[in-house]
């Protein structure tokens, strides 16, 4: 059942995407096409009452490994984006590590152990063996490359570390406190956990991003963290802004 979560800006006026957009911002999808289309019908609603002339939607990354349908999710964004919307992509640590596996065996132990088994299979490919076996990761290796789409691959290729609307700053995991926005590592945008979340640090923007579960979605002075963890507990969160009111949409 579709339910909506309510929020203003805390402490009266707020943070603000450009004047005449209005912004939504996707947490970790995780293979759940389903609530991905839910999440869709929500925004497509909700879009239909604002007179904001640009809509603009990001992916904070993660859309792939954990749930069952990692492939259906990309195919989803690909063949039907949102129509009247622009749509920005960035990349998670999930999407990075797959794409490592790609050129690396190494990092298939660790990705497979964190979701990855589920999208190679979501692929047609023969789930690992329990084990660190060269040859068997050189075969999953070789078989995922084969099974995934060129168009698959060139859209994770392209998936942007960081997206910027007006007062906010989109990211998969955090940003570094004490690290000026423009030189923040890449690895830290996909990566950050506690350093960034239990910073109070004014970081120039407020900061949306993914990564980290939480049991609803937190909104603080500098940060708003919407990953409410979709693959387990089938609430996909959305925050839509629009000049200093933000509101949650969540399956």
Known sequence: MMRRLFSGAPGGAGPAPPPGTCLYAIGDVHGRTDLLRALHALIAEDAAQRSAPRKVIVYLGDLVDRGRDSRG???LLLAQPMA????????????DTLLNFLD??????GWF???GEETVASYGVRRPLPSDDEAELLR???????ALPGAHRKFLEALKLCHAEGDYLCVHAGVKPGVPLAQQ????????REEFLNSKEDFGKVVVHGHTITREPELRRNRIGIDTGAFMTNRLTCLAAEGDKRIILQT
């Open 140 to 146: 999953v290796q070789r078989e995922f490359r084969d």
């Open 113 to 115: 152990a964190f979701g």
């Open 104 to 109: 690396d065996i190494s990092a298939g132990p």
């Open 185 to 192: 590592d890449g690895h830290d945008l996909m990566w950050i």
């Open 73 to 75: 999710v990309i195919e």
């Open 84 to 95: 009247g919307f622009e749509c920005v992509h960035l990349r998670g640590n999930h999407e």
